[in-house]
């Protein structure tokens, strides 16, 4: 068993239409235009996502 960052969904994200969801890492760069922000629940997290 794997675990590819590139296709798992792990990364919390709040869409521009409210719904808060998970997506990796190619989803996040192709829909980047639908995300409003990054939602993780600690704000350290969304410090270590965005670098």
Avoid: F, H
Wanted: charged residues 25%; glycine residues 6%.
């Amino acid at each position: 068993m794997s675990y590819n960052l590139l296709e798992e969904r792990w990364i919390p994200v709040l869409r521009t239409d409210g719904k808060a969801c998970r997506l990796g890492i190619t989803a996040a760069l192709t829909e980047a235009g639908k995300i409003r922000q990054i939602a993780a629940s600690n704000p350290m997290d969304n410090v270590a996502l965005l670098r």
